[in-house]
Nanobody
């Protein structure tokens, strides 16, 4: 499975961005998707995760109410809608995927087998 993350850019505080994560290759019947980010000088951290069905979602506390994870399985694409961006959201954002046991299964922190290349989000104040 190959993952292609896109949608990053330079925005101002309070703006919105939508990241996309497109999967291709030998895609499992069911797979969960996670978003992670790594800010300069910091370790990578979990942001959000979603089950294949979309019924189960998880968020890191600092993004709850501002970010929304979703997916369109017909397009093999997951999304991260980011609203009310703040400077602390500045990071390289990575999407990840892993085969899941059923359509509702997701372990938010992973482990994830497949990773995208990252897309940079910069929020200026």
């Amino acid at each position: 499975v190959q993952l292609q993350a896109s949608g990053g850019g330079l925005v101002q505080t309070g703006d919105s961005l939508r990241l996309s994560c497109a999967a291709s290759g030998r895609i499992p019947d069911y797979y969960a998707v996670g978003w992670f980010r790594q800010a300069p000088g910091k370790e990578r951290e979990f942001v959000a995760a979603i089950s294949w069905s979309g019924r189960n979602t998880h968020y890191e506390n600092s993004v709850k109410g501002r970010f929304t994870i979703s997916r369109d399985n017909r397009r093999n694409t997951a999304y991260l809608q980011m609203n009310s961006l703040i400077s602390e959201d500045t990071a390289v954002y990575y999407c990840a995927a892993d085969r899941s046991y059923n359509s509702d299964y997701v372990t938010p922190l992973g482990p994830y087998t497949y990773w995208g290349q990252g897309t940079l989000v910069t929020v200026s104040s």
